[in-house]
């Protein structure tokens, strides 16, 4: 049993952009005709024709190749527009290769939405036979396992009304309860797992993870990397419809959190001839203000368990006594988690125009997924009423990692500590 | 096979295999696929007539009443006031019009259902995978709903206005499965041409009307001048329509040449149709 259970080699899909997709004949005509005039003038030059072709092209994936393993739960991360709902969608049969191929060795059930044929006329029990065909099951698997999908989604004595007046979690569950009973070699799933309530979803991560642990191969595309990290063991990279990467999961989510830095923001540099004074007097020459990874280079996004190091980088020119360095950091709704400064110590700085730096690090599991904001400021504190501030000077995003079962929504908090958490009997008798 | 143990992989089993390749060449759709995916088709089409007909009171009774309806306004209109009537027609003329406004409703609903057939499910179409030609024949098939009950109805005037059933009955079901056939292979090049233009779907009932004009539903074929007969066979009605009647009512039989050259064009335009279908399939959730 070697053969993999996904081969993909050369996958490409182009789509065609613009009015080469009229909509109505009378646009295609039109279209026809404006194409028979370039094809009869000569006088239109080649690369003319060549950039508009280019133009009204777009290739979501391009040159994809690689293979997932039998029995592997294999990862699919990567930013929106990535490519991954068309590598799904590839996969699924959904729509068709522009160039190369896929070969798949057993049955594939593709989960891209759930409750896919549902129609709100119809009872539960319709639905449910409906779902299920469209998902691949033949009528008689549907029979054998009508109990079981009925236990897991507890709708009860709903079963026999139309589905329009279940509520919207009893349809998320019905949906997802057919679905949880799909018993193909291959299983696909465009996270649809980020609906239903938290108790819902982690019977759905129970059930995922048995159908895994069968030996059953499973794609699994997510924008939550803590649950990617949980159940893929391995992962690959899309980025603009290449496949930038593959590997172990961990792996794979460390690339894509590093290359997710290089967004505006993440570093501030500033101009040559700024400097800082106070009292007319230039006290240091500002270069640069980053949030990094600890001993490597400036990033944008950090994981929960990543220490965050702010560094300001300056020349010092005349360090007044007293010069103080400070941060503040804000979520996006303004919200002052907290700040913190130090006085610069003037026996580090040389007395050559060397650049100095001064940085803080932000410890890791102390701030909660999110977007933040950084303030930067600069005064003197024999000079009260000077002061440099730099608002929202950088912003740098923080991810959950660690995965909290399968939700989207992050542990609830403006802080994430970790705690320690401790069990015992109790000691002695009553 | 209930229960949460999976039995062993049975190596004797085989696995299915399948290979995505881009679309290419021109070729016809995988009839053992679409076997494979009978309880789909099956599940489809009993979906689609009971969302028709379920809270609504008449329910199936609508099937009934317009073309019941359509009978007396014609019997009234062509039959009295235009004068078709009494012309030599060997039975009365609101069951003669009746008899072939039911086969042409079959013809006509399955044709104006299949044509829409893709575009109304586009949201099936979009997340899996299922051969799309499931779509125009569920839609042929609700189509057929229709057609029994008005056809019990038929047995109804029969005994009422006295014509006898004849055994000639027993090829109706060529030329109800012929009438389908026509449909279906008009309606797979619209419905594919739908997702593509979605001016077709103006089209239909005005191409549903003329056709009918064109068809001996309300006239017989006497009325139509004999070198147009030719020309008219293009119509794949023109023939089944008095085909059916002439099955039901022994009516005089249609000119069986023409049948024939107009089963033939229909043939051609399914086969035609299957393989542009088959060939602009893939494209469907692109567009869509």
Not at chain 1, 347 to 372: D, F
Request: glycine share 8%; with cysteine; proline share 5%.
């Amino acid at each position: 049993m070697n053969e993999p259970a996904v081969h993909i080699e050369g996958l490409g899909k182009r789509y065609r952009l613009g009015l080469t997709n009229a909509d109505t004949i009378a646009d295609w005509a039109a279209e026809f005709l404006r194409g028979l005039r370039r094809v009869f003038s000569r006088t239109e030059s080649p690369s003319g024709n060549a950039s508009k072709k280019v133009e009204n092209e777009f290739w979501a994936l391009k040159d994809v190749s690689f293979d997932v393993r039998q029995g592997e739960v294999f990862g699919i991360v990567g930013r929106n527009g990535a490519g991954k709902s068309t590598l799904l969608k590839l996969i699924s049969r959904v729509t068709s290769p522009t160039t190369g191929r896929i070969d798949l060795c057993g049955r594939v059930a593709s989960l891209l939405e759930v409750g896919t044929g549902f129609h709100p006329d119809l009872t539960g029990r319709e639905n449910v036979y409906m779902n299920g065909t469209l998902l691949g099951m033949t009528r008689r698997e549907v029979n054998q396992r009508f109990d079981e999908i009925v236990e897991f989604a507890s709708i009860g004595n709903f079963l026999d009304t139309q589905v329009k007046r279940y509520s919207s979690g009893m349809r998320v569950r019905l949906g997802f309860a057919v679905a949880a009973h799909l018993e193909p070699e291959i299983l696909i799933i465009d996270e649809v797992l980020t609906v239903g309530d938290a108790e819902f979803q982690k019977k759905c991560l129970g059930k995922m993870q048995t159908v895994a642990s069968r030996g059953r191969t499973v794609l699994f595309v997510s924008h939550n990397l803590g649950a990617v990290r949980n159940l893929c063991t391995r992962a690959c990279l899309l980025e603009h419809g290449r496949l930038a990467m593959i590997g172990t999961t961990g792996e794979v989510v460390d690339h894509y959190l590093r290359g997710q830095g290089q967004q505006h923001g993440w570093i501030k540099r500033f101009r040559s001839a700024e400097t800082i004074d106070f009292d007319g007097i230039r006290v240091l020459r500002p270069i640069s203000f980053a949030a990094c990874a600890l001993d490597s280079g400036e990033i944008g996004m950090f994981g929960t368990d990543q220490p965050i190091e702010l560094r300001f980088e300056f020349v010092p020119l005349t360090l007044l006594p007293g010069t103080r360095v400070g941060v503040m950091v804000r979520n996006v709704d303004g919200v002052a988690m907290f700040g913190s400064n130090v006085v610069v110590d003037p026996r580090i700085a040389s007395s050559s125009n060397r650049p100095m730096q001064v940085s803080c690090v932000v410890p890791s599991h102390l701030l909660n997924r999110g977007t933040y904001v950084v303030d930067l400021g600069v005064d003197c504190l024999s000079r009260q009423l000077d002061q440099y501030l730099s608002q929202e000077s950088l912003r740098f995003d923080v991810e959950d990692v660690e995965g909290h079962g399968i939700a989207s929504e992050s542990l609830p908090g403006v802080i994430r500590p970790r705690l320690d958490w401790r069990q015992a009997l109790r000691n002695g008798g009553e | 096979m209930s229960g949460e143990s999976i039995p062993p992989r049975d190596l004797g089993v085989a696995i299915e295999r399948t290979t995505i390749l881009p679309v290419s060449g021109w070729s016809l759709p995988d009839l053992r696929e679409l076997w494979r995916y009978r309880d789909l088709l099956f599940l489809l089409t009993s979906r689609n007539i009971a969302i028709i007909y379920r809270q609504s009171i008449l329910g199936i009774g609508w099937a009934v009443f317009r073309p019941l309806v359509t009978t007396i306004i014609f019997a009234i209109v062509f039959g009295r006031f235009a004068g078709f009537a009494d012309k030599s027609l060997s039975v009365p003329y609101p069951i003669f019009v009746y008899a072939a406004l039911v086969i042409w409703n079959l013809f006509a609903t399955s044709l104006s259902n299949a044509s829409e057939s893709v575009v109304a499910q586009a949201n099936l179409l979009t997340k899996t995978y299922f051969p799309r030609l499931l779509l125009p024949v569920s839609a042929v098939g609700v189509a057929t709903v229709d057609f029994a009950v008005q056809f019990l109805l038929l047995f109804g005037l029969m005994w009422y206005y006295g014509v006898a059933p004849t055994v000639l009955l027993l090829v109706m079901p060529i030329f109800f499965l012929a009438t389908t056939i026509a449909a279906l292979s008009l309606g797979v090049w619209l419905t594919a041409l739908n997702v593509r233009f979605r001016d077709v779907k103006h089209v239909v009932p005005f191409l549903i009307q003329t056709l009918f004009y064109l068809t001996p539903v309300i006239y017989p074929v006497s009325f139509v001048p004999e070198r147009l007969r030719w020309l008219l066979c293009l119509n794949p009605m023109f023939s089944i329509v008095e085909a059916f009647r002439w099955s039901m009512l022994a009516t005089p039989p249609p000119d069986w040449s023409l049948f024939v050259v107009s089963s033939l064009i229909t043939c051609v335009v399914l086969v035609g149709g299957l393989i542009f279908f088959r060939r602009t399939e893939s494209t469907f959730a692109d567009i869509i």
